[in-house]
C-alpha cells in the first residue's frame, strides 16, 4: 500500500465518541485519557499533557451523573409498570445498563470538557 492511499479523514479529528470511549489524548492522541473507566489519569503518561489542570472547573459531573441516574429510575419505574418483570429480572438487566451508562456518560462529559479546555488553553 502506498503512503498516499491512506483515508483521507479529517487530520486530528477521531469521532469525538470513540475518542472519549478509548480516552484519547487531546494532545498526542494516545490512550491515556482515564486512568480508571470513569476517572481522568493525571497527567498523559505518553505527553505528560496536565489533565488535572484542563480538568479543573468541571463541576457539574455530579449533575450530570444525577440527571442520569434519574432518568435512568423513571425508565426502569415505566418498564416496571409496563411489564411487570420479577425483581431479579429487574436487577439483571438495570444493574448492568444503569452502570454501563453512567460510566459512558461521565466518560464523554469529561472528555468533552477536557477537550474544550484543551483547545482554550492553545488559543
Ligand atoms: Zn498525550
Request: net charge neutral; glycine share 8%.
Amino acid at each position: 500500500m502506498r503512503p498516499d492511499e491512506s483515508p483521507n479523514q479529517e487530520k486530528g479529528q477521531p469521532g469525538f465518541v470513540s475518542a472519549a470511549l478509548s480516552g484519547l489524548c487531546p494532545s498526542c492522541g494516545a490512550r491515556t485519557l482515564f486512568a480508571a473507566p470513569a476517572a481522568l489519569a493525571e497527567e498523559c503518561r505518553a505527553c505528560g499533557l496536565d489533565l488535572r489542570k484542563l480538568e479543573r472547573g468541571g463541576r457539574f459531573v455530579g449533575v450530570v451523573t444525577m440527571l442520569l441516574a434519574l432518568v435512568l429510575i423513571v425508565a426502569a419505574l415505566g418498564i416496571d409498570e409496563w411489564l411487570r418483570p420479577p425483581l431479579w429480572a429487574s436487577l439483571l438487566f438495570w444493574a448492568p445498563v444503569t452502570v454501563g451508562a453512567v460510566i459512558a456518560a461521565l466518560r464523554i462529559y469529561k472528555t468533552m470538557w477536557v477537550y474544550h479546555e484543551y483547545e482554550e488553553s492553545q488559543s
